[in-house]
């Protein structure tokens, strides 16, 4: 089973400790991914509303958000 299937797994937990240090890390790792992701399709051209329309986001929202931060290494892994 993965990190993540497992983190899923302890978000449900009946023991709110177990339950919200997985939701903590859950987000931490989608974080992560989305850096990721943001980074990957700049480097591919895409265009800041295009990002935006994949996540559902605003253009400005997104653009906030990550432009002008450090890229991220290419894996979430990490």
């Given amino acids: ?6 983190l899923a797994a302890a978000a449900g937990s009946t023991d709110p400790r177990v339950g919200l240090r997985a939701v903590l890390a859950l987000r931490r790792l989608l974080d992560r991914l989305e850096r990721v992701q943001v980074d990957n399709a700049r480097r591919q051209g895409w ?3 295009e990002i935006a329309d994949a996540l559902e986001v605003s253009k400005q929202g997104v653009h906030k958000k ?3 931060r450090p890229a991220v290494n290419g894996t979430w892994e990490e």
């Avoid at 089973?1 to 497992?6: I, W």
């Fill in 66 to 68: 990550h432009a002008g």
């Fill in 1 to 6: 089973m993965s990190s993540a299937t497992e």
């Fill in 47 to 49: 265009s800041w509303q």
